[in-house]
């Protein structure tokens, strides 16, 4: 029978060799993105991959602090998100300011 540390061991690989695949498309997502939506969206993606490393080394090493930290990564991801959000929101309302409202 496979020991449970095994397990959760092997599960920590796949799910590191996960996320690292996962980090590559989204970084190529934030440098190739068409528009800034994209990139914004991939910003966010970036720091929900972060969270993901975080919770799988908090696993593997038993150090349960590293839960805070990505709880706090968390936070300030959604707040960055928003900001990007009304920021891109902004800059509509002065492209079309500056049309005069026709597009």
Do not use: N
């Amino acid at each position: 029978m496979i020991p449970p540390a095994a397990i959760v061991s092997a599960a920590a690989v796949a799910a590191l060799a996960i996320l690292c695949l996962a980090l590559l498309v989204t970084v190529w997502r934030v440098v190739a993105g068409p528009s800034l939506p994209d990139r914004i969206l991939a910003l966010d993606m970036l720091t929900g991959i972060a969270i993901g490393f975080i919770a799988v080394v908090a696993v593997r090493t038993g150090f349960s602090l590293y839960i805070d930290i990505a709880i706090a990564l968390g936070l300030v991801g959604f707040l960055a998100t928003v900001a990007f959000a009304r920021f891109v929101l902004s800059r509509a309302r002065e492209k079309d300011a500056g049309t005069g409202g026709r597009r």
